[in-house]
Each structure stands twice: as structure tokens, then as C-alpha cells.
């Protein structure tokens, strides 16, 4: 049964930082490709940054070039999202997901709220 479990959202103000963690069970870890989702109040959810098994290659929404970084640790079965210089229209809920065996698992979500 696969879990992903977030922690690390909270309140924040402009330009300051958090860290987000997922902590995943129930698959090989380190043969899959994680991601990070988001999703605003009244928009779609998506993409924010991936990377694959081995963290030799990520990727990145444009508007979290620079400011994001995407990590993981295949020996404790997790993936980290360091976030940087936020701004107001980061706040979401971030997810974790994962595709697997045909059908994508999500996490329950963490709530980052980026306010002055």
C-alpha cells in the first residue's frame, strides 16, 4: 500500500523560507520518479518541481526556477522541497505524489500560507 506523508508547511512571511518533507512507503522508492504538486484556492493543481530515481535530473516549473530545490534521500525514502525567497502567490497546499503501476498516489497535503 503506498503512503506519502508531507510535513514542513506553514506560515511564512514574504521572502522567507520553508522546508517541505514527504516520506513515502510501499513501493521501491528509489526506482520512481516523485513530485511535487501544488494547488491554489480556485486554481488547478500543479506541477512545481520532479525528480527522478537516482536524483541525477530534476525539473522545475518556470515560476520556481531559482527559488525551489527539489532533493531526495533514497536511504530514508524521502523527498524534500527547499523553498526560497517565497512570495504571496506560493500559498498552497503542496502535495507529493507519486506514479505507480498505472494510477498516480498523492499525499494528504501540507498547507503553506506566504503572508505579511
Known amino acids: 500500500q503506498v503512503q506519502l506523508v508531507e510535513s514542513g508547511g506553514g506560515l511564512v512571511q514574504p521572502g522567507g523560507s520553508l522546508r517541505l518533507s514527504c516520506v513515502a512507503s510501499g513501493f521501491i522508492f528509489s526506482w520512481y520518479r516523485m513530485s511535487w504538486y501544488r494547488q491554489a484556492p480556485g486554481k488547478e493543481r500543479e506541477l512545481v518541481a520532479d525528480i527522478i530515481g537516482t536524483g541525477d535530473r530534476t525539473n522545475y516549473a518556470d515560476s520556481m526556477k531559482g527559488r525551489f530545490t527539489i532533493s531526495r534521500d533514497n536511504t530514508k525514502n524521502t523527498i524534500s522541497l527547499q523553498m526560497n525567497r517565497l512570495k504571496l502567490e506560493d500559498t498552497a497546499v503542496y502535495y507529493c505524489?507519486?506514479?505507480?503501476?498505472?494510477?498516480?498516489?498523492w499525499g494528504q497535503g501540507t498547507q503553506v500560507t506566504v503572508s505579511s
Open positions: 505524489h507519486v506514479f505507480w503501476v498505472g494510477r498516480p498516489y
